[in-house]
């Protein structure tokens, strides 16, 4: 039901930074543009995005915060079963 998850890179910053942890709630089903999600992607592993937008089927896409980070065009269409959790409290080391 809950997991800690510990950020690595950049890519979300300056809200989160690498380093920070995040206690995720793995119980999770559906997708809302604005929440943040650790996802597995199929090639690229466990990444952390904010959810920009959702498909009437359920898929959604995800983006990085920070410019520098990997595209919503480069993670693709993203599926229910590949999330790991949903935040739900972001804090530092």
């Known amino acids: 039901m ?3 998850f510990k ?6 910053s300056p809200r989160f930074n690498d380093g920070d942890y995040l206690l995720l709630f793995t119980l999770y089903q559906k ?9 597995d992607h199929p ?8 959810v920009c937008e959702v498909t009437e089927g359920g898929s959604f896409y995800l983006k ?11 993670i693709g269409l993203c599926q229910t079963e590949n999330i790991i959790g949903r935040m739900l409290w972001h804090f530092y080391p």
Do not use: C, H, W
């Open 2 to 4: 809950l997991k800690i």
């Open 7 to 12: 950020i690595t890179g950049n890519s979300m």
């Open 31 to 39: 997708s809302r543009p604005g929440q943040f999600l650790v996802y």
């Open 43 to 50: 090639t690229i592993g466990p990444i952390f995005k904010q």
């Open 64 to 74: 990085s915060l920070n410019s520098a980070g990997v595209s919503s065009e480069d």
